[in-house]
């Protein structure tokens, strides 16, 4: 199969990534996947027009597949087991999970743990629970004639297809990364929970990467994906700065404490690790009604955005201090002892930004 072509508009050599190989996708009755009118199907006949297919990039380790149309968008599972063809980015609803039967025959599980299937009536649905003849996919190689302009029309796309290790690779990347900027005596600064809005500059944790392709492309070694509330496996006090924002409620009491001892370790005698979350108390108190019992509880401050574990100003610094910060300093959006601050994001419109969240920087030790 061919990994590069001459791009028409300027002649320059257009590299598929080496972590790439580019198929088609075809049903057990040989018919091909396709987009028509953005409704994913599979075509009556063996129409192999370029307006039409859907190709199917694979990663070299096969442990996950994207789908792109000729557009360059990315096919998604809903969770009402439809698909969509307008896609920009990558997210876990554009990554199917290949079942293999043999090297090109394969199954693709969603990430609502269902299968992709070909009906009888030209539709393409992702509900299925179990794997039937109409679950079975082909990979089929395409003739290099077609190839390259395909290729051409979804280089731009391919090319910002850009893997994440697993959790040991991703932990090795990222203490690589940790030791790399020691060694050049570079200060050391983490940012928890970026969500959509990474840091330049900063090594961003997350525990799913949702960010511009851009970024991925252009600072692929700043941004990491595991589970901030493990072991960092880098050395002790080596980090200047640790920032996140409406990340830390999001975790069980357990990991919250488990993540603080792991910050502090890490830290920096006189560095700041600086927390923004939403205020339990300043919640309750707005919208709250004690006096009706259980039914007064505003509960959807843990069940509109999957908080788990919240806290007040009191329970902060009782923990922090537990751990061995030295001092913890209360303070107001956007304002901050240290020189790292990149700035408040959080709160949005949801919140009030001066009560709503807490605003506290821990200190390993008093300055």
Same mark, same amino acid.
């Given at each position: 199969m061919s990994k590069s072509i001459d791009e028409q508009t300027n002649n320059c050599l257009i590299e598929i990534p080496n972590n790439i190989d580019v198929y088609w996708l075809q049903t057990f009755n040989e018919k091909y996947i396709s987009v028509v009118d953005g409704r994913v199907c599979h075509t009556q006949s063996s129409d192999l027009s370029a307006e039409v297919n859907v190709i199917m990039a694979v990663n070299r380790d096969r442990d996950f597949v994207v789908l792109l149309t000729p557009q360059g968008n990315y096919l998604s599972a809903q969770v009402d087991g439809t698909l969509q063809a307008d896609r920009k980015l990558i997210g876990p609803w554009e990554k199917f999970k290949p079942v293999y039967f043999s090297n090109d025959v394969l199954a693709l599980l969603t990430d609502h743990d269902q299968y992709l299937c070909a009906e009888l009536d030209g539709n393409l649905v992702a509900n299925r629970s179990s794997i039937g003849s109409c679950e079975n996919f082909n990979l089929t190689s395409i003739p290099k004639s077609i190839l390259d302009e395909l290729v051409a029309a979804i280089y731009p796309s391919i090319k910002r297809i850009i893997t994440f290790g697993n959790f040991e690779s991703e932990i090795n990347r990222f203490k690589n990364k940790v030791l790399s900027l020691q060694a050049e005596k570079k200060p050391i600064k983490i940012y928890v929970g970026p969500g959509k809005i990474p840091k330049v500059g900063f090594l961003n944790i997350e525990l799913e990467v949702h960010v511009e392709?851009?970024?991925?492309?252009?600072?692929?070694?700043?941004?990491?994906?595991?589970?901030?509330?493990?072991?960092?496996?880098?050395?002790?006090?080596?980090?200047?700065? !640790?920032?996140?924002?409406?990340?830390?409620?999001?975790?069980?009491?357990?990991? +919250?404490?488990? #993540?603080?001892? &792991?910050?502090? /370790?890490?830290?920096?005698?006189?560095?700041?690790?600086?927390?923004?979350?939403?205020?339990? !108390?300043?919640?309750?108190?707005?919208?709250?009604?004690?006096?009706?019992?259980? +039914?007064?509880? #505003?509960?959807? &401050?843990?069940? /509109?955005?999957?908080?788990?574990?919240?806290?007040?100003?009191?329970?902060?610094?009782?923990?922090?201090?537990?751990?061995?910060?030295?001092?913890?300093?209360?303070?107001?959006?956007?304002?901050?002892?240290?020189?790292?601050?990149?700035?408040?994001?959080?709160?949005?419109?949801?919140?009030?930004?001066?009560?709503?969240?807490?605003?506290?920087?821990?200190?390993?030790?008093?300055?």
């Open positions: 392709p851009d970024f991925l492309e252009n600072h692929f070694d700043e941004i990491f994906q595991f589970p901030a509330n493990s072991s960092w496996s880098i050395p002790d006090c080596c980090v200047d700065y !640790i920032f996140h924002e409406d990340f830390i409620e999001h975790i069980s009491q357990q990991s +919250q404490i488990e #993540f603080l001892a &792991e910050a502090y /370790r890490v830290l920096k005698p006189g560095a700041i690790h600086r927390i923004s979350t939403p205020c339990l !108390i300043e919640s309750m108190r707005l919208y709250s009604d004690f006096e009706k019992g259980f +039914q007064g509880v #505003f509960s959807d &401050e843990w069940k /509109r955005w999957s908080h788990i574990n919240l806290f007040s100003k009191k329970m902060i610094e009782e923990i922090a201090t537990m751990i061995g910060y030295k001092r913890v300093h209360f303070t107001v959006k956007n304002h901050s002892l240290s020189e790292h601050h990149p700035g408040d994001w959080r709160p949005g419109s949801d919140r009030d930004e001066n009560f709503g969240n807490i605003y506290v920087e821990l200190l390993k030790t008093a300055e």
